[in-house]
């Protein structure tokens, strides 16, 4: 398999592999751009399909954990036709490659206890390769590590993000635009929910330092119910009525 590596030079002709239209193309790649002059790196499958790899310095990522020195890696997704052929290890080993090549003590990466979560990766697949439990949030998600000696402190989850709770009730979802998903789902979930008469108040987190004080381990997408978080999963709009039924 050959890859890609996406730039400032070729995002605006290069595919992205998660977006489902042009309009979510377009606001992922903005996000993209904004964040290439903050050392994000972002690699895909020279075939069309979902199989990429993007990671930042965590002192840059768009999550609220204390990782100085690390490399995080925001998402590394290999679906569909792409699986079982190895292409997940060659990403993951390029990564590697680099973070060492620039002195990082080592990767991090959230995924969760347990079965693994929607959005989050796998934490079986992540153990095999070495990943370690670095701190664990309320909310059965991890904060995963790989390090690159035995003498690195593991990063840490904020509190804020340890003990997630807001002071709002209804139904409320922090989001960012990292994930093109959040762009086509969350216009539906708000006309449903005030077709039904249901609380939901959407805030989009635009800044490095929004994102990094979420009370809450995921700010991709974050949804609270009456101050309590309830999932990191994007919602369509029959999921989140169902779930609103369930948690009436």
Known sequence: MNYIRITKDNIDKEHICCAMSNNQSAVKKEWLKERFDEGLVFYRSAERGKCFIEYIPAENAWVP?????????????????????????????????????????????????????????????????GFEVADIAETDISLMYLPFSSEVEPPKFKECA?????????FVVYYTDQCPFTYYWLPRV??????????????????KEQAQNVPAPVTMYALFKDGQFITQGIQSDKKFLALAEKLK
């Open 190 to 207: 708000a006309e449903v929910a005030a077709d039904n008469g249901i609380p939901f108040k959407a805030i989009h987190i635009t800044t």
């Open 162 to 170: 340890k003990n997630p709770k807001i002071d709002e009730d209804g």
């Open 65 to 129: 954990i204390e990782a100085d020195g690390y490399m995080f890696i925001n998402c590394l997704w290999v679906s569909g036709s792409m699986k079982g052929h190895g292409y997940s290890s060659d990403l993951l080993n390029e990564c590697i490659r680099d973070a060492k090549e620039k002195g990082c003590k080592g990767l991090c990466i959230l995924s969760s206890t347990g079965r693994k979560k929607e959005f989050l990766a796998d934490p079986k697949y992540l153990a095999y390769k």
